[in-house]
Structure formats: C-alpha cells, structure tokens
C-alpha cells in the first residue's frame, strides 16, 4: 500500500508581510519537512469564503493545521470539516483576549494580577464618563497598568502614574475593549517568556529593559537564559491545562510572593527565544502534533 504523505497548512495572517513573519513560517515549514510533511502556508485572507461553503472551497483538504493567526471564526470552521486544528478556536479565542484570559486563569486558580476589565462602550460614545476608574484606583492604586484587550509586542500596553494619565490613556484607547491592572513592582521591566509545548516546558528566558516597564523584545529588551523554579515552571503549565493550549509562550511575572501569569501567547513569536537559547519550538511543535494526526 502507498503511504501518502502528510499535509499540513500552516495558516498565517497575510496582511503580517514582514521578514520577522517569514522567519518563523520558514523555521515551521522546515520542522516539517524533516519529518517527511509537507507543509503549506496558507494565508487566511486567501480562505475567504461564504459560511458553509468550506468543505468545497478548500478541497482537497490538509491532515492538520497549525493555525498561526488570531482568526477565530477562520479557526472554527476548520475544525467544523473535522480538521485537528493546533492550536484550537477556543484556545486563540481565550489568548487573544486579555480579558478572557484573566477571566480563565482566575477560574482555573492560575494567579495573575488583580484585573479589573472596562464596562463595554460603543463606538459612537467612547468611554465619556470614566468614574468607574474610581473602582480601579481604590482596589489597584497608582501605577496601575492599563491594557487593551486585544494587543501584542507591548504596544497597547501602559502605565499610568495618576488619574491624568489614566484618563489620557483611556481617551487614546478611544472605545476598544480594555483593562485595568495591578501593576507588579518587582516585576518592573523584566519576566520571563515560558516556551510550552504539550505538557512541557521547552525553554525559557528572562527578558528584561532598563527604560521600559516592559521587557517586550520589540520593545526594545534584552533576554537571557533562565533556569526556572518548580513554582515558575508549574505556573506555566497549569495555565496552559487551563485554556487547554496544544503550545504557547507564556509570560510571567516576578511577583512578591511568587509568580503571575501575566499572559498567554498562542501563536508566539519564538525566534528571540531561539536567538537566546538555541531551541527551535517548531521542532517540538511539529513532534507534538504529528504525534496526535
Ligand atoms: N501587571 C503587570 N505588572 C507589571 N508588568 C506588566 C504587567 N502587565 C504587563 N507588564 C509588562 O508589559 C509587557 C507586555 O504586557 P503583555 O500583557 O504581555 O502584552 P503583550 O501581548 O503586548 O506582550 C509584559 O511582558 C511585562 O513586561
Ligand atoms: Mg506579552
């Protein structure tokens, strides 16, 4: 009998065109092929398609698919054809929204820091009326963080030192879905990035800033290896039980009695943690899921 060879499609966000992007499809697509898979970049926005016309429109279709977007709906009606999707639509759901996230981990008993989530606007209104900040500064105090919901590289991440700050900040938010924060002082500029795929811990780094809060490598911080505690490595992985994550790179935090997950990643930029440790995750990722297909 002849074997077919395994496809896979690695679905990308297509309007992400820049070489850090490729980099990272690259280092995925050769994991697979090592393996005798071959695995084919699939842009979602080439995906477009009516509901309930998937099943003709992306004929003939793949064994798996890594999905390396943020496109819940796109995800969902991939695994509605029966296709393992890695990670899931739920799963994307719950990471690309801070919100969810904390409204997860909490529920799982993963310790984060105390978060507040906005009340909903519209985007005709905006936030008007901000007393519920008032909520915010009695329960977190000043500096407190202040999060979109939806947002990476540290980019819709701030802190705000004062009432009229966080009303800047709010109004420059405009009516996106955000949250308030309890900011974790000893954590200042500096976490670690936990690089988890199935129920293990692959690598990790500290990354950490001397000007920033943050310790984003695109925002400018710098990593090194880490060798992590029980504490820190459990926390990383209980919070990827919880939003039941096939991988992920999961920030957390230094806190004073121990670690935060401050949050989860599940399509993470892994290139910086292979430039500081030397481990490629698509190697795990490609082991993990050809494992289950
Ligand atoms: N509550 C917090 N306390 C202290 N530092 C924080 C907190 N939240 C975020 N940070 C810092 O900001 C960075 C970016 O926040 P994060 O929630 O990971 O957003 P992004 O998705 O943009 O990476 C974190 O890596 C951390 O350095
Ligand atoms: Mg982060």
Known sequence: MIRMRKTGWLVVNGFLTATKYQNLYAMLKNAAEKRGVSLVCKRADELVCAVGEEKERYAPLPDFCIFWDKDVSLARRLEGLGIPVFNSADAVAVCDNKIRTAEKLTASGVKTP???????????????????????????GYPMIIKEAYGSFGAQVYLASERSSALEIIKKIGHKPFLMQEFIAESRGQDIRVNVVGNTVVCAMRRFSDNDFRSNVSAGGSTECIRLTAEQEQIALVACEAIGLDFAGVDVLFGKDGPLVCEVNSSPHFKSSFDCTGVDLSEYVLAYILERV
């Open 114 to 140: 105390k978060t507040i989530p906005a009340p909903m606007t519209f985007e005709s209104v905006g936030y008007g009326d901000c007393s519920f900040l008032q909520v915010a500064e009695k329960e977190l």
